[in-house]
């Protein structure tokens, strides 16, 4: 078996990306005529940041999305 190791742990057989997402809730929204402009504030473990909502015209206050270098790439749907 093939083993590689990364800086996030040891993974067999697959290539994982060094790059990270996370996951955030949106506490608001900065309203823009255009939506490619449409900003929104993050939460991330209670720290904001300002990120790009135009992958995501469908996010909402209160949703939580997935984050990467400052742009919002997919809203997550909740847990039943």
Known sequence: SRRRHTRY???TGV?????PIFPGELVSID???DPLWRQGEVSFAGVLRQVSLACVPE???GDQLLVH???ALTVLEPEP
């Open 31 to 33: 309203p823009h005529p």
């Open 69 to 71: 270098v400052g742009i």
């Open 15 to 19: 290539q994982t990306c060094a790059l």
């Open 9 to 11: 742990g040891t993974v």
């Open 59 to 61: 996010a909402r206050i």
